[in-house]
């Protein structure tokens, strides 16, 4: 309270004579940082950049921001801080700012430009844009409403290249629940059955044993930035499997098509070379009912690595993230914590500060789920038991893990 009352006092004074904070002078910026990554004019909420509009909804913005629902929960900032945290989430002074705002009766002030600064949610440029080859409209056939489909890409590089930013270009927002980009070893088997697999074929939501992860993308997410003189290997002439994955959200989008893609950023070469790595346990059922369940996985470590990001993936269910690792001598240091998680901000934590994973070290993994009818994202009634599948009604547990061998 106290600090609110100082911010109601001792800001902003500006030239309309309105004490206090104003929209344009102090909300504006802050809506612009946090949320308007999400509401924006094709984003996936009300935008906020008509200042009526914002003005209806402060006292909503206030009790949303107060309760914690808005922004969306991310990675908190305490165990390892990452790029750009504060746009993923929002900090006290500027829940304060909000409240005192929505308190004083959402006062518009003087008009003080904006540009929004979207530099750390889009790559500044890509060096290799890989396409589907076409557009595709998902079939959902009946209580089906995941459809996984696949793209061969031939990326054509004539040298060896390494990957050290990249992003998902998603173009059909609405249906677009993952994208998932893998190096296979080998490609011959995809051409079974006379498909031809750079037009597009059906295939499995957990990939096949001989790809490898290049990057993943959920809704929310981010772009992927590798440090300095850090790359993932991609081998001449590679060929990459674009993987979409299509949800039926019942909004009626389900006759639209997408097209979407990945843009890559490439070095001829790099220091150290890094890998994705899907951690996580692939076997669990979540019993119906069961309000904390927890899927668990470690992992023995056995060389000098450091661990660069994590993006962690759930579905519906979800409810918290861990991954920490405890070092041969005991101790725990953490790596990513979320004491909540939404679907809808899936956020791919680039760390200001690797973690160190050294020989005799353990990864470990945790994802906890609420199976009870309490959850609002239950989609049972009444609830049932949940496997690791597929569908976005069946679960996952995933830290694609950013690790690189040690400097
Ligand atoms: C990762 C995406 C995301 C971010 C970031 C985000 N929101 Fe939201 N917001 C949503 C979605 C999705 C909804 C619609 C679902 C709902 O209303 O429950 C929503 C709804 C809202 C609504 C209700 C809108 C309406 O038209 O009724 C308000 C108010 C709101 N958010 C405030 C905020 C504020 C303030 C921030 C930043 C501090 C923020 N949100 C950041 C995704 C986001």
New binding site residues.
Partial sequence: MLLLELLACGTNQDDSGTAGPTYYKDVRP??DQ??????NDN????S?DDPA?AQG?AS??Q???QSG????P?PTTDCRDYQASE??T?SDA??AT?SAWADAGAPLGDVVSSDRDTSLEQLDHYDLELWASQPYTPTFTGADVNDYRCFLIDVNNTTEQWITAMQAEVDNTRIVHHVVLFLPDGVDDLYANGVEPHDGFACSGLGQGNWSTLGAWG??DNPTVLPDGVGIPLPTNAQVILQMHYFDSFDGADHEQDQSGYGLQLADSVEREAANVAAGPTNFTIPADDPDYSAKKFYNWDNDSEILAVWPHMHLLGIGFDEWITHEDGTDECVMHMDAW?F??Q?TANFLTPADLGPGDKLHLECRYDNSAENPNQVNDPPQDVDVGEGTTDEMCFGFTMITSKQ
């Fill in positions: 802050i809506l946090t949320c308007a990554r999400c509401h984003g996936i909420s009300t906020f509009v909804l909503t913005m009790a949303y921001t629902y808005m922004p969306p991310a746009r993923y929002l500027d829940k909000l809704p929310g939404d809808h901000n956020v």
